[in-house]
C-alpha cells in the first residue's frame, strides 16, 4: 500500500513512470524474497543505463524489458515547425545521396523543405555587385572600360588593375591612366589604392608624369594630406624617386619649399623630405636646404625635425652647409640641452671637424658643469671628452676638476657618468690629480650609489705601486 501511494503522489505531481522507463513503477517496490525462493528465482538482469547502446537494447528482449516502448518514449519529434534553408553548394554532398534524402523525408517533411536558389555572384559587365562578397573581372579592360575608378576601390580590382600595369601593354596603361589621373589624390592615401598609384608611377611615361606632377602641386593643402597620410607618403617617397626629369624635379622641390616646415616636423612628412634629399641633386633642393637654415632651430627641436636637420647638413655642400653648421654652432648651447636639439649638436661634434668642434667648445666654455649635470646636456660633454683630441679634451677636464661643484658632479645620476668618461680620457699629469682629488673624497663616496662607481673606476685607473690616499 506504500509503494502504491509513492507512486500515486509521483502521478499526481506529473511524473510519468511509463515514459521514463517503459516499465510500471510497482516493479521497482516488488517486496523483498524470501530466503525460501531466493533459490528458485533467476539471477537479476543487469542494470539498464539510459545511455545504452542501441544494439544492447535490442538483445535485452529475454529480460523481460519492452525494448520497442523504451524506443518509442524516446524518439525525436520532428521540428516541422522549422524552415531551415541548406545550401548544399557549401557541402561536399550530393544532391542524390540516399541516405540523405531519407534523413531529410523523415525530420523535414517535403513541404515545409525550401531549397535555395543557386547564387549568381558575378554580374553582366564583370564588375563588382555591392551584394557580393567576392569579384570577378574579366581579362580585357574593354568591359571596365569608363569604370576603372569603381574598380579600383575595391581591393581584387585594385589588384586587377595592378597586373594590367605590370603586362605593359601601353592602350591599356593609357586607358587606366586617363581614367585614374583625376582622382590621383584619393589614390595616394588609399591603404590598397596607393600600390596603383606606385605602380602606375613606374610604368608611365614622362607626360603621364609631368601631368601627375602638376596635378598633385597645383593645390598646396592637397600635397600636404598627401604627405602627412601614413599611406601618402609612401606613394609620394616612390614618386620623388622615380621622376627622371630636372623639369620634374624642379616643380615637386618649388611645391615642397612652401610646407617644409610642416613636413620636417611631422612623423610621415619628414620622409618626404629625406627623399628628396637622397634622390635630388645638392643643388636641385637648394631652395630645401634654405628653408632649413632660416627655421633651424624650430626644426632642430622638433623629434623628426631633428632627423631632417642632420641630413640636411649630411648631404649638403659649399655654402648651404656652412649655414647650416653656423646657425647650429650659435644655438649648441640651448640645443645642447634640449630632449632632440643634443643630438644635432653631437652630430657635428661627430663628423670631427677641428674648426667647428671649437667653435662648439667656445660656445660651450664657462657651462661644462650645468652641463654634465644635465640629462641631456651630459651626453654632448661624454661626446666631446671621447671624440675630439687631448689638446681640447683637457680644458674641459680642467673646468670640471677645478670646480667647487667637483664632488656635487661626482653624486649626480648624470654628472658620474662625465666624471667616468673623463677619467678615461684624461692623460699623464691631469689623470693623477683626479683621482687623488677622487679618493680624497671617499667618505662621501663609498656608500653613494652614483659616487662609489667613480671611487672604484678611480682605484682601477691608479698605476700599481701608488698608496691609496
Not at 624617386?241 to 617644409?260: C, G, K, P, Y
Not at 631632417?308 to 653648421?325: I, Y
Request: proline share 6%; with cysteine.
Amino acid at each position: 500500500m506504500e509503494n502504491n501511494n509513492s507512486s500515486t503522489t509521483m502521478r499526481e505531481l506529473g511524473f510519468d513512470w511509463p515514459m521514463f522507463t517503459g516499465q510500471n513503477p510497482t516493479d521497482f517496490f516488488t517486496p523483498a524474497p524470501s530466503s525460501s525462493t531466493v533459490a528458485q528465482q533467476p539471477p537479476p538482469p543487469p542494470a539498464m543505463n539510459t545511455f545504452t547502446s542501441m544494439r544492447s537494447v535490442n538483445n535485452n528482449n529475454n529480460l523481460g524489458f519492452d525494448s520497442q516502448h523504451y524506443l518509442n518514449s524516446f524518439q525525436e519529434t520532428p521540428f516541422v515547425d522549422r524552415n531551415l534553408d541548406i545550401d548544399f553548394s557549401r557541402l561536399s554532398i550530393s544532391r542524390n545521396n540516399p541516405l540523405l534524402d531519407s534523413y531529410m523525408n523523415n525530420v523535414y517533411p517535403t513541404n515545409r523543405r525550401v531549397m535555395p536558389a543557386p547564387v549568381n555572384r558575378t554580374n553582366n559587365n564583370g564588375c563588382h555587385d555591392a551584394n557580393n562578397k567576392r569579384y570577378k573581372f574579366p581579362g580585357s579592360l574593354k568591359d571596365v572600360r569608363g569604370k576603372v575608378y569603381s574598380v579600383a576601390k575595391n581591393q581584387e580590382g585594385c589588384q586587377f588593375l595592378q597586373m594590367k600595369c605590370e603586362e605593359g601593354n601601353s592602350e591599356d596603361i593609357e586607358m587606366i591612366f586617363n581614367e585614374i589621373k583625376d582622382h590621383m589624390r584619393e589614390l595616394m592615401v588609399d591603404a590598397s589604392m596607393n600600390y596603383l598609384a606606385q605602380k602606375m608611377f613606374k610604368v608611365c611615361s614622362e607626360e603621364q608624369m609631368t601631368q601627375i606632377v602638376v596635378s598633385l602641386i597645383s593645390d598646396d593643402g592637397n600635397l600636404t594630406n598627401i604627405c602627412l597620410n601614413s599611406h601618402g607618403t609612401r606613394a609620394m617617397q616612390k614618386l620623388i624617386e622615380l621622376v627622371r626629369m630636372a623639369e620634374q624635379r624642379s616643380l615637386i622641390v618649388s611645391a615642397l619649399r612652401r610646407i617644409t616646415v610642416t613636413l620636417t616636423k611631422n612623423t610621415n612628412g619628414h620622409h618626404v623630405i629625406q627623399q628628396c634629399l637622397k634622390s635630388f641633386q645638392v643643388d636641385e633642393v637648394q631652395p630645401i636646404l634654405n628653408v632649413v637654415s632660416d627655421n633651424c632651430l624650430d626644426i632642430a627641436t622638433d623629434k623628426s625635425g631633428c632627423c631632417v636637420l642632420q641630413q640636411c647638413v649630411l648631404h649638403a655642400t659649399g655654402a648651404s652647409k656652412e649655414r647650416l653648421m653656423t646657425e647650429i654652432i650659435e644655438n649648441s648651447l640651448h640645443l645642447a640641452e634640449h630632449p632632440y636639439g643634443n643630438y644635432v649638436v653631437q652630430h657635428l661634434l661627430g663628423m670631427q671637424i677641428p674648426e667647428v668642434t671649437g667653435n662648439i667648445l667656445r660656445k660651450l666654455d664657462g657651462n661644462i658643469v650645468p652641463l654634465a649635470s644635465n640629462k641631456y646636456g651630459s651626453n654632448v660633454i661624454e661626446k666631446i671628452l671621447k671624440d675630439v683630441p687631448d689638446d681640447q679634451s683637457t680644458p674641459i677636464i680642467r673646468e670640471i676638476l677645478n670646480s667647487s661643484q667637483f664632488l656635487d658632479v661626482i653624486q649626480n645620476p648624470y654628472g658620474n657618468y662625465v666624471v667616468q668618461s673623463a677619467l678615461q680620457a684624461a692623460k699623464g699629469p691631469i689623470k693623477e690629480i683626479m683621482i687623488n682629488r677622487i679618493q680624497k673624497d671617499y667618505p662621501y663616496l663609498h656608500s653613494h650609489p652614483h659616487g662609489k662607481r667613480v671611487l672604484a673606476l678611480a682605484r682601477n685607473s691608479k698605476p700599481r705601486g701608488s698608496t691609496h690616499a
